[in-house]
């Protein structure tokens, strides 16, 4: 399975973006797609998730502003961003864990800078 992500850049505080990633190869049709990012000097975090059956989970952080969804048709998973705030700075990555019964199988992208100017 392979995860490109796209759609990342510079934005000014206030403005929006919208985050694309497609996945590829043969894929579990049982899944959770989802976005997590990474700032300087600080840990991976969870960013939105969303389930095959279209379940959604996000941080505290972003609620409100931010909205996942996804396409099972094009195994692809949107992000778009509103209202974003210079703290919203980071690489954000794809991911896409298979669930089976036993064990999950966890993929990830490569990342896209998201840069919010002040």
């Known amino acids: 399975v392979q995860l490109q992500a796209s759609g990342g850049g510079l934005v000014q505080a206030g403005g929006s973006l919208r985050l694309s990633c497609a996945a590829s190869g043969s894929i579990f049709s049982r899944n959770v797609m989802g976005w997590y990012r990474q700032a300087p000097g600080k840990q991976r975090e969870l960013v939105a998730t969303?389930?095959?059956?279209?379940?959604?989970n996000y941080a505290d952080s972003v609620k409100g502003r931010f909205t996942i969804s996804r396409d099972n048709a094009k195994n692809t998973v949107y992000l778009q961003m509103n209202s974003l705030k210079p703290e919203d700075t980071a690489v954000y990555y794809c991911n896409i864990r298979e669930i089976r019964i036993t064990y999950d199988t966890n993929y990830w992208g490569k990342g896209t800078q998201v840069t919010v100017s002040s």
């Open positions: 969303i389930t095959s059956g279209f379940s959604t």
